[in-house]
């Protein structure tokens, strides 16, 4: 495979990302702990298959313990929080916030042995935080109340997005691991899942064909194979080009909740995404200058995906 072919893999990816937050949406009211068992199992489906059809079943036992407890650990966690936060707080607003992971990623990496954190670095945080800012600020400005579940789902979001990059990071000190892991990873995580939805949530299926339909988009989507093509290209891809397509992700996520008329396109909204995006690839280029020829760039931390 070309690295050219592997890159245009990856920003599969970042498109099938963009769709999370309007398919979690879209499988209201399964609750989250269970949503994350479904899609995950259909995702890990999907990754089952191709192994058997590729023949790649023995790699599997090849990779630690240690391995598919941190993959398994990381996708629960940042998936269960990313789903519990749209569920409490507007789905537009909380995705944003959420999506302040490409950014923290530049941040912590630029701590890394190796590597200085840059007054570039800062500025496109406090662009990026500014942003995450007006999405709350703007809303008690609007006259709008912020009731006790909406602030929750903030807090869950800025959590999720802390927890997706910390992961992220850490990935990085565990060497390369095949692709088919990821399968692993995702039954796991169903299994995970599914024990802790019996023990604390009450079940809710979705409702009709169309929340039907969001939760197997999301198995199959950006829960499954979203992992799959991101693991090919940020190992055989230009990963500086897919880090920086990434920080897309945010505007690309407001404008699918806009078009399907989930979220309103009002100003403080547009305004909001265009800071976090633009923050992060601020960072990402302060990362970039700050990259040796020899070594990784600081946003390679973002291949968990």
Known sequence: ????????????????????????VGSAPVPPLLLNALTFALGGGLGLVWIARSGGFAQ??????????????????????YFSALRLAPPAEAGLIAYLWPLLIVLFSGLLPGERLTRLHVIGALVAFAGAALIVGG????????????????????????TWSAYSILSRRLGEVPTASVAVFCIATAILSAAAHLALEIPAWPAGAWGWAAVAALGLGPVGLA??????GVKRGDIQLLGTASYAAPLLSTLALVLAGEARADLRLLLAAGLIAGGAALAARAGRRNTSPKGDAPVSAAEAG
Request: charged fraction near 10%; aromatic fraction near 16%.
């Open 1 to 24: 495979m070309t690295r050219g072919r592997a890159t245009s893999i990856g920003f599969i990816a970042i498109l099938l990302w963009s769709l999370l937050a309007l398919f979690t």
């Open 60 to 81: 599997l036992a090849r990779v630690p313990l240690r391995i598919y407890a941190f993959g398994t650990l990381g996708l629960f966690g940042y998936h269960l929080l």
């Open 139 to 162: 809303r008690i400005a609007g006259g709008v109340t912020l009731t006790g579940p909406a602030m929750a789902g903030y807090g869950l979001a800025f959590l999720c997005a802390l």
């Open 227 to 232: 992992f799959y093509v991101w693991d090919i």
